[in-house]
């Protein structure tokens, strides 16, 4: 098992970035799937972005040219820069791994975007 740590959430005005990490406790090289999730206020739990071991990203259509992911694994930790932010962005952001059949996730950063 792997735990995961998010970071970097915070009260931002619209259009401004912020940069959440999502460290994890052991290497991330044999991680094949890791991903940011967000849950706003009485909303499903949805995908905002992948990414895998190789490299290939995926992105939520209302985030796409404002978001990117990326992963170092030398630092084991993987990152989401979030720019132009917008009010609708507000929600939990969820960082989860997928590997070896398991499925971790870690315990969220609160982003808020106030316009």
């Known amino acids: 098992q792997v735990q995961l740590v998010e970071s970097g959430g915070g009260l931002v005005q619209a259009g401004g970035s912020l940069r959440l990490s999502c460290a994890a406790s052991?290497?991330?090289?044999?991680?094949?799937?890791m991903g940011w999730y967000r849950q706003a206020p009485g909303k499903q739990r949805e995908l905002v972005a992948t990414i895998t071991s190789g490299g290939r990203t995926n992105y939520a259509d209302s985030v796409k040219g404002r978001f990117t992911i990326s992963r170092d694994n030398a630092k084991s930790t993987v990152y989401l820069q979030m720019n132009t932010l917008k009010p609708e962005d507000t929600a939990v952001y969820y960082c989860?791994?997928?590997?070896?059949?398991?499925?971790?996730w870690g315990q969220g950063t609160q982003v808020t975007v106030c316009s």
């Open positions: 989860k791994a997928i590997y070896s059949g398991y499925v971790d």
């Open positions: 052991r290497t991330i090289d044999s991680i094949y799937f």
